[in-house]
């Protein structure tokens, strides 16, 4: 897994992020990448699969459930 370092980030940002993580019971660096993420929108076509899946009949409950709620949350921005 590569390690990423942000320089310059604005006060109110950190602050936010502090503030949203701590909301949600998760560390700063957990909820920088789950932001990421969302932001890339990387995980769009897993959870579009996983609806057709749904859909079909045919998908398996995820095992980390909470995971899945807070991923589809929409972010406070």
């Given at each position: 897994?590569?390690?990423?370092?942000?320089?310059?980030?604005?006060?109110?940002?950190?602050?936010?992020?502090?503030?949203?993580?701590?909301?949600?019971?998760?560390?700063?660096?957990?909820?920088?990448?789950?932001?990421?993420?969302?932001?890339?929108?990387v995980d769009q076509?897993?959870?579009?699969?996983?609806?057709?899946?749904?859909?079909?009949?045919?998908?398996?409950?995820?095992?980390?459930?909470?995971?899945?709620?807070?991923?589809?949350?929409?972010?406070?921005?």
């Open positions: 897994m590569a390690t990423l370092h942000l320089r310059n980030v604005p006060d109110d940002l950190d602050a936010a992020l502090a503030a949203d993580a701590a909301a949600r019971g998760i560390s700063k660096n957990r909820r920088a990448i789950e932001a990421l993420r969302r932001g890339l929108g076509a897993s959870r579009e699969r996983l609806v057709e899946e749904i859909r079909r009949g045919r998908a398996v409950a995820p095992t980390d459930v909470a995971a899945v709620i807070r991923q589809s949350r929409p972010d406070p921005d």
